[in-house]
């Protein structure tokens, strides 16, 4: 699914510019943040940094992701690997789609998170490096 989620995106913006990619980026938060409430009711009695990893576990166990650093607030993921087949395209997409993901841990955080993207494949960087802050 997240596949088509990049492929749809890259339409969009190949045929409407950076412009539309402001409104389909709310849309994706908001996906983001339903999918997020959903796992915050299986994973209620960890926490955040606990939740995260359990999201990520599926990237984690195939070697396609690992957390570089986790702390109460604060958890730092390096991917290998964009499911949304963004390689090599450009940074608007990667912020763009990247709002899936904003949302979906803002639920799992209870409140609104930051996401830094420190390295993206979408940029052309050997991997993506993401921090989830509360």
Known sequence: MTAVIGELA???QTQYGDDVLLIFGDVLKEYGRQSGMRLRK???DL???ERVTAWMEP???SGKAEVVESDGDRVTIKGCDC???L???NQALC???MRIDEGLVSALAEKDITLKIEKSLACGD???LVTFSR
């Open 42 to 44: 299986k994973t209620a």
């Open 47 to 49: 926490a955040f940094p």
């Open 126 to 128: 050997s991997f993506c």
């Open 83 to 85: 499911p949304l087949n």
């Open 59 to 61: 990237f984690l166990r």
């Open 87 to 89: 390689e090599a395209t």
């Open 95 to 97: 912020t763009t789609l």
């Open 10 to 12: 890259k339409r969009l």
